[in-house]
């Protein structure tokens, strides 16, 4: 995801090995957040530390977190949400920690990670290809980062590994960006950050107010804006590359959301200078030509929303942050076929979000987890949630009905359930709130 950033330096000049030291010895990295007096901004500012107990049964508030799918687990980890102090505060999620919701099941399990993720963060990118979780980009506590990590999720101790030594030209250090898997290729588009060293493709444009912000004696503000390049990550040559695009691009945005359909990544709407777009595109990821799309109406200008693709036909919109800072509740599915949006009614309508996350579900549903639900840039106190949404946008599979047929109708049915496959019988009791046996 991505935005325009007021970027507050740290008050201290710490280099990083020391403040990698601090943090081991620390057990956590829990960054402290604080509003700019005059915040027009849509990012994290970091200003100190505090610790916190994060002991729960599910996940804390928080936004600008990722959420990737894995079979029927979906992964969350990071974003920040509000510190228990009085005060405009933010906290920084524990980098050592993710959360897994089982889709089956409807339950939430905590796993601690090892390894040497480098610190927490909001606005990074992330995607699972093969049972491995992908970490790009983000905002933390020095800035922006480029750096690439992986988590195997079919391990039973989850440990985060850097990826080094990649070879080619890295994207420049960035957040709010998106992202499309193709090929066994990350395709990363846009974001927020700074201006990419040496010969890159495609358009970088300064936003002027990240230079007239309050910088430190220890620090240097360079200058942050918008992109629109894409770079591409092989995974198995641990090798990036830019692709040479034909058509016209999309105009440098951030804070956009993607979907992939077949071999076309999609990208809506996102904060470009002072605006929030309503643009559709797309580029074929085997010609790596773009193409606007112009259907005749459509969702109003966003950005932080969620583009989910939910069948081979259809793209599942929802929420967002539109140019008169509104968050939006509305949900929308883009037919691909039809090249026409038509508005989702849906249950969930008192329950505004930005900066959330969304992934696709077995059964048809879409998920939609955590995220702003007021105005994210107001001096009031941020509405962060831990509120899980579910959308139904597809009909439900025989097995799902009569799994919530035999869950409602308990006490006259379960006499008979041992008759059932264990598996069935196995997510039965987990959903009717027994014992807890995620990942077993």
């Known amino acids: 995801m991505a935005e325009m950033e007021e970027d507050i330096p740290d008050p201290l000049p ?19 957040v604080d509003e700019a007096d005059e915040l027009d901004d849509e990012d994290v500012v970091v200003l100190d530390t505090e610790a916190e107990s994060f002991e729960l049964e599910q996940p804390a508030e928080r936004s600008g977190h990722i959420a990737a799918v894995d079979g029927h687990y979906m992964y969350v980890w990071g974003g920040y949400k509000n510190s228990q102090t009085t005060g405009f505060f933010d906290l920084y999620l524990p980098r050592n920690e993710i959360w897994i919701y089982n889709m089956e099941t409807e339950r939430w399990k905590k796993q601690m990670t090892a390894g040497n993720l480098h610190t927490s963060m909001s606005g990074s990118c992330g995607v699972c290809v093969d049972g491995v979780l992908y970490l790009f980009g983000g905002h933390h506590a020095r800035g922006n980062t480029d750096r690439v990590f992986r988590l195997p999720l079919r391990t039973p101790a ?8 990649l070879k080619g030209l890295a994207p420049s250090c960035k957040d709010k960006l998106g992202c499309w898997v193709h090929k066994n290729r990350l395709v990363f588009f846009g974001g927020y ?9 495609g ?15 220890w620090s240097y503000n360079p200058g942050r804006g918008w992109n629109n390049h894409i770079h591409i990550l092989d995974l198995e040559k641990s090798t990036w590359s830019q692709p040479v695009t034909k058509g016209n691009a999309p105009s440098p945005r951030a804070a956009h959301a993607c979907a992939k359909v077949g071999n076309r990544g999609y990208v809506f709407g996102g904060r470009y200078r002072d605006y929030r777009l309503n643009d559709m595109y797309y580029i074929d990821m085997d010609s790596w030509e773009w193409h606007e799309i112009v259907p005749q109406q459509g969702p109003v200008g966003r950005s932080w929303h969620s583009l989910t693709p939910v069948s081979p036909d259809h793209i599942f919109l929802f929420g967002g942050f539109t140019t008169s800072r509104e968050t939006l509740s509305d949900a929308w599915l883009y037919c691909v076929s039809k090249n026409e949006w038509q508005q989702f009614k849906h249950n969930h309508t008192e329950s505004p979000r930005l900066w959330h996350t969304a992934c696709s579900g077995p059964g048809g549903e879409v998920f939609v987890f955590g995220g702003c639900a007021n105005n994210l840039l107001s001096h009031q106190r941020a509405a962060h949630s831990k509120e899980l949404l579910v959308f139904t946008v597809q009909p439900k599979s025989l097995v799902r009905f009569c799994m919530e047929a035999a869950l409602q109708h308990r006490e006259l049915l379960s006499g008979s359930w041992d008759c059932l496959p264990k598996h069935l019988l196995h997510t039965l009791r987990q959903r009717m709130g027994g014992i ?5």
Do not use: I
């Open 14 to 32: 710490v280099e990083e090995d020391e403040e990698l030291e601090r943090d081991e010895e620390e057990g956590e990295f829990d960054w402290v």
């Open 158 to 165: 989850l440990c985060w590994e850097e990826m080094k030594d």
């Open 193 to 201: 950050g700074y201006m990419a060293q040496g010969a890159h493709r």
């Open 203 to 217: 358009t970088f444009e300064y936003d002027e107010t990240s230079f007239m912000v309050w910088v430190n004696p």
């Open 436 to 440: 807890n046996a995620l990942g077993s």
